[in-house]
């Protein structure tokens, strides 16, 4: 089975700290994606990764980095937190090719003060 | 872009009914994905179809790629069925609709 691990289940941060989400897959795939889902809104991709060292703005980059230095880990970096970060991340991994099954993550309840 | 529709957006079942969620995308997509999310947030993958039906145990999903719709059924209602039944269209990214609101009572 496909298994995709997210560093944190419940996080608390401050507004203007530096936060790093971590998410690793053990399946090999070469395809990474975050997400956030928020109420009313459903889940928003962030950015996305075909490959190590690769990245692509999915719908709302703005606020958020990425880094892909190892095939199966893919981080989301907020440069400095915002209230209006608070949120559900999800990391998700498939193989290669655009079409293929997506393997969600436990998700990371971030919270900004 | 691609617009996804379920309905219905809420659904209260009595535990052993049967029930039918529905998913309509607006353009023609590569696949779709059939998801259940948990009370704890994680999504769950249910289905992967493209078209046609494929069953897995009290849950089975049909596609009608060619009218652009997608059906999931679930069959003798469980309380752990509860939670909320996403599909995504799969088009080079995912696209999430708005989800149904399950709640099985005992």
């Known amino acids: 089975d496909v298994k995709v691990t997210q560093s944190s289940r419940y996080l608390v941060k401050r507004t203007g700290e530096k936060v790093f989400l971590e998410c690793v897959q053990d399946?090999?795939?070469?395809?990474m994606f975050w997400y956030r889902q928020d109420p009313g809104l459903g889940l928003r991709l962030i950015y996305f990764?075909?490959?190590?060292?690769?990245?692509e703005k999915g719908d709302i980059p703005e606020g958020y980095s990425v880094s892909r230095e190892k095939k199966e880990r893919f981080s989301l970096i907020l440069e400095s937190a915002s209230t209006n970060q608070t949120s559900m991340y999800l990391c998700?991994?498939?193989?290669?090719?655009?079409?293929?099954?997506?393997?969600f993550g436990p998700g990371t309840r971030l919270t900004v003060l | 872009g691609i617009q996804v529709e379920q309905s219905p957006p809420d659904l209260i079942l009595q535990e052993g009914a049967n029930s039918t969620l529905r998913c309509n995308f607006s353009d023609s997509v590569n696949n779709l994905q059939w998801f259940h999310q948990n009370p704890w947030g994680q999504l769950i993958n249910l289905f992967y179809?493209?078209?046609g039906t494929k069953q897995n145990g009290r849950l089975s999903a049909t596609t009608v790629a060619t009218e652009r719709y997608s059906l999931l059924y679930i069959s003798s209602s469980q309380t752990t069925d509860s939670g909320v039944y996403f599909c995504?269209?799969?088009?080079?990214?995912?696209?999430f609709g708005q989800g149904t609101t399950l709640q099985v009572k005992p």
């Open positions: 990764s075909y490959d190590v060292k690769m990245k």
């Open positions: 995504a269209v799969i088009t080079g990214k995912l696209i």
């Open positions: 179809i493209p078209s």
């Open positions: 399946m090999d795939h070469e395809n």
């Open positions: 998700a991994s498939s193989r290669l090719g655009s079409t293929d099954t997506q393997y």
